[in-house]
């Protein structure tokens, strides 16, 4: 096909030898940054997030959600229409006016999100000036921001990096000679964040705070003496935006299975001189008891191949875990855009000779999958049914956003998210 | 720009896709970026389908937005043919690609591949769904029947003598509210008749399939929303008339016979005789008097919610208090039916509009669609799903028709089901402290266990109405808190009517029970 342009370039990795990276550009069935919504809006829980798009955009975020959620959601559209684009309406005038709107009816609103879209990308509708003159309008009730989901600029996961990258500016800064403090990075369940912090404070990091916080109203202080954790491994922007304004990233794979979540405190014990006894004093018992929940589940995983579709960027730390804790084989990892520098301890990990691949062309994709005929396909929601009907077993992506999986006490879970497909097709004799 | 919390309708190209889908042999290529391929999973997840729905996105980003955008396309097109071997193709942009103007149509046809090619032009920031599946559809069968179209004045031929009489089916598409049940079920019925199905289509309809509309005599149209601006073509072309009556509830199934044997010149009497439907018998058994005059609020698309309003008074002994309609196109039909039931119609895509006028209605029952769903278990009424948008439940794994004989059996259940049982209401009625039997208790059929029940509620204060000055005197307040929750809208609505009808103030006991006696029940 002559859409995709592949190259394959052995560009050197370490530990991951020097695999070559499969770049591909055809197709890609993944979806936009919009998606993001769907979970930040139950995260920060005064924020609400108006995108202005087109019906499409409307259309997919109820859609991708699954299920029109009962209460009202914290999240609308502002559907652009024709008035709007032959310049009857001026855009500028009608977005105050449903902005206005929005807040008589939902006087809560906190914090803003002024969301870009596909059109309103195109019709190079400037949403950064926009937020300014509603911030101007509505502080100090309601701040006003603004990132872009747009499609054609982002993938998935990446509206969360560009909705907490918006945020950063706002962070208050740390106070003149503040002590180091530990910023974690990147939405987690509330479960999540509560371990994760009891371990932190067991070894001696008191004060962590957590970005996106739980409230607009709670934003952390930042500053030269934040060094920051990444939680999620697609926070490219969120990253850059907090180096300047003086935090450094301590380097870690990311908190996902028994290995990885120790890897990921022993980068803030590092940095903090925590003892190697008070590390494990801290960290042995919830190891234990992650590992012995494994076991389980490596017995059915062990052994078994997987074949990652690109969509959540959290395939490569997902692969690290499956092959190093649960013994599976790794058919090919395709990841949406594979940022390097971040996830370097994840590549080393990774065993020599994975087949990577950066991009999509999906059906050179599903054609590479059918002749593997690996036991399961991580995919978007498009894909997985198709693949289940060809007798392939399948893993949504977009659960792994929605459900716990980080850090030790959750191991088990995410090892049961790829177990249990492949334990029910045990169990159907229909 | 509109506010919108959630949307009836997807956009126009979703309405293609559901053309494209449920046809068989058509690759449909959509110059779109890349967050639109979420519409696969409407079809893969919602519907189950287990095929990718054949639709190519060229996926174009950013960076290609300066450079050549409709290189990208004709690549996608070129490709898409290659790979998947259609008879034809399905050319057309989403909202953001029609903004940049690359002519999908006109690039398309000059990779002149060797099969056709349908340009749709589908106006993402004026239209919506529904209009989008009936343009694609009126596009598929003029691009397609249109080589066969006799010169204008020519009579239809007669019917070869001994030769059954020969319809199409149209209307039924992918994504559809039982489609797939109500295909089955009318072509059972036409066949009864003595009458040959020739096409159905979309579904499963090829563009072979398509060329060969014209052969039939006359076309059944199942969802005018879908079908009904290339019915009007057909007829203007092949002068082939088309059904109006839609088939749903044992009325409007009767008309359809009638209609339908005397379009295909067929005696209707053995099979309006059958009438094999549970429903008349069940509506009138006598453990459904209670159903009488309960409240129903209707809102779907316009076939729909037209009809089930019908079998709502008609076959279920309800009052319609509401009805409306999200489809603009159809906003004539929903008007001239709310006539029928003395209501003001809604025509409206504006959800928060419409929880509105359901909550002010105080219906006991609402039929609507999956977003009525969600505002009747806000406000804790009954609610049975008539009309999509839909949900994965709505394509149960049961043959469910909602058309004919078997439909109407299947509209009995469904909207049946969710209310209060008729005994169950009495007991309620009388003994209305029960620890089991009180207000906030759920139909105990549907199997939630009994809610404890609430702490009794502070003696009342004076509660302002609605309506302006009238006041409800603790004492009656107390008292219409007797009244059934399911009834007690009804009480208090007629209450304070009565109270302003007969200029009074405060609302007492007395002004109750007048109220009462003087609307009855």
């Known amino acids: ?430 | 720009m509109q506010l919108t919390l959630w949307t009836y309708e997807g956009p126009p190209h979703v309405g293609a896709m559901r053309i494209a889908t449920a046809m068989e042999g058509v690759h449909y290529v959509l110059h779109a970026p890349q967050g639109d391929t979420y519409a696969d999973l409407l079809f893969t997840m919602i519907e189950r389908r287990s095929k990718r729905p054949p639709v190519t996105y060229t996926t174009f980003q950013a960076r290609d937005l300066g450079g050549d955008t409709a290189e990208l396309f004709k690549n996608a097109v070129r490709d898409a043919y290659a790979r998947f071997q259609p008879q034809a193709l399905l050319v057309g942009a989403s909202c953001t690609a029609e903004l940049i103007q690359d002519d999908p149509g006109g690039l398309a046809r000059a990779l002149n591949l060797p099969v056709p090619v349908v340009a749709l032009e589908l106006p993402s920031y004026q239209k919506k769904e529904n209009w989008g599946a009936a343009e694609t559809f009126y596009q598929v069968v003029r691009a397609f029947a249109g080589s066969s179209v006799p010169p204008p004045g020519t009579p239809r031929p007669e019917r070869p003598a001994g030769a059954r009489p020969r319809c199409n089916v149209l209307g039924p598409a992918a994504l559809g509210f039982r489609h797939r049940d109500d295909v089955v079920e009318i072509t059972r019925l036409l066949v009864q008749l003595g009458i040959d199905v020739n096409v159905v289509a979309p579904l499963g309809a090829t563009p072979a399939d398509i060329a060969r509309l014209g052969d039939a005599e006359f076309n059944v149209v199942l969802y005018p929303e879908i079908a009904g601006q290339a019915a009007a073509w057909l007829a203007r072309s092949f002068g082939q008339k088309a059904t109006k009556s839609v088939p749903i509830g044992i009325g409007a199934t009767r008309d359809f016979i009638n209609e339908v044997a005397a379009l295909a010149g067929v005696d209707p009497s053995a099979v309006l005789a059958g009438s094999p439907s549970r429903l008349p018998w069940y509506s009138r058994s006598v453990d459904s008097n209670y159903l009488t005059g309960k409240r129903v609020f209707v809102f779907g698309d316009a076939t729909h919610a037209v009809a089930a309003a019908r079998v709502a008074r008609e076959e279920m002994g309800f009052t319609v208090v509401g009805l409306g309609t999200y489809s603009r196109e159809f906003a004539r039909e929903v008007r001239e039916a709310a006539k029928l039931y003395d209501v003001e119609p809604l025509i409206s895509d504006d959800y928060l509009e419409i929880e509105a006028r359901i909550a002010a209605a105080q219906p006991e029952l609402v039929l609507g669609t999956q977003m009525e769903r969600h505002i009747a278990k806000r406000l804790g009424i009954a609610c049975a799903v008539i009309s999509a948008p839909v949900h994965v439940q709505d394509f149960p794994a049961r043959y469910s028709p909602v058309m004919g004989f078997e439909g109407a059996n299947v509209l009995f259940d469904a909207w049946i089901h969710p209310l209060m049982m008729g005994l169950e209401e009495h007991l309620i009625g009388m003994f209305r402290g029960d620890f089991e039997f009180h207000d906030d208790a759920a139909p105990s059929h549907l199997g939630h266990a009994a809610q404890a029940r609430p702490e009794p509620r502070p003696e009342p204060e004076p509660v302002a109405a609605a309506a302006g000055s009238l006041v409800w005197a603790p004492e009656a307040e107390k008292e219409v808190g007797k009244i059934p929750f399911f009834v007690r809208g009804k009480a208090r609505r007629n209450t304070e009517k009565f109270a302003l009808a007969q200029g009074l103030a405060t609302i007492t006991v007395d002004t109750l029970y007048d109220a009462k006696a003087h609307y009855g029940r």
């Not at chain 1, 940095?271 to 801290?282: Q, Y």
């Not at chain 1, 007798?391 to 879970?413: H, M, N, R, V």
């Open chain 1, 1 to 430: 096909m002559s859409t995709a342009t592949t190259s394959l370039s052995a560009t050197a990795i370490s530990g991951c030898g020097d695999a070559p990276v499969l770049r591909e550009r055809g197709q890609r069935e993944v979806f936009c940054g919009l998606t993001g919504i769907i979970w930040l809006h139950r995260k920060i829980q005064d924020a609400f997030f108006l995108v202005v798009g087109s019906r499409t955009c409307a259309h997919l975020i109820q859609s991708a959600a699954g299920v029109m959620i009962f209460a009202e959601p914290r999240f609308a559209t502002a559907i652009i229409d024709e008035r709007d684009l032959a310049g009857i309406a001026d855009c500028n005038d009608e977005l105050d006016r449903v902005v206005d709107q929005l807040l008589a009816r939902r006087p809560e609103i906190r914090l803003l999100f002024l969301v870009g879209s596909c059109p309103s990308e195109v019709i190079k509708l400037d949403l950064s000036r926009a937020a300014e003159r509603l911030s101007a309008t509505h502080m100090p009730q309601v701040r006003v921001l603004n990132y872009s989901g747009s499609g054609i600029e982002t993938t998935f996961t990446q509206g969360e990096d560009a909705c907490l990258a918006s945020l950063v500016p706002i962070l208050p800064r740390e106070a003149p000679g503040a002590s180091p403090n530990l910023l974690v990075v990147g939405a987690l369940a509330e479960v999540v964040e509560d371990q994760l912090r009891r371990l932190l404070e067991g070894l001696g990091i008191e004060g962590v705070q957590f970005m996106p916080p739980r409230s607009a109203l709670a934003l952390p202080a930042v500053g030269p003496n934040t060094r920051y954790l990444l939680a999620q491994p697609f926070l490219a922007d969120t990253a850059r935006a907090l180096e300047a304004r003086g935090a450094t990233r301590l380097p870690a794979p990311f908190p996902l299975g028994a290995e990885g979540t120790t890897a990921w405190l022993q980068a803030a014990a590092n940095a903090w001189g925590v003892s190697p006894e008070r590390f494990d004093a801290v960290t042995q018992a919830p190891l234990d008891r992650a590992r012995r929940a494994l076991a389980r589940h490596r017995e059915e995983l062990a052994g078994k191949s997987v074949f990652f579709f690109p969509d959540s960027q959290l395939e490569i730390p997902l692969a690290r875990f499956l092959a190093r804790e649960m013994d599976m084989r790794l058919v090919e990892v395709g990841t949406p855009y594979l940022h390097r520098q971040h996830l370097a301890e994840e590549l080393a990990l990774l065993p020599a000779g994975t087949a990577l691949s950066e991009g999509q062309d999906v059906d050179r994709q599903l054609d590479r999958a059918r002749t593997a005929h690996p036991d399961i396909v991580v995919c978007g929601l498009g894909l997985a049914n198709p693949l289940e009907a060809e007798g392939i077993s399948t893993k949504w992506s977009i659960e792994l956003l929605f459900t716990p999986i980080q850090g030790y006490d959750q191991a088990a879970d995410l090892a049961e998210l790829f177990a249990r497909p492949l334990n029910r097709r045990l169990r159907l004799k229909v």
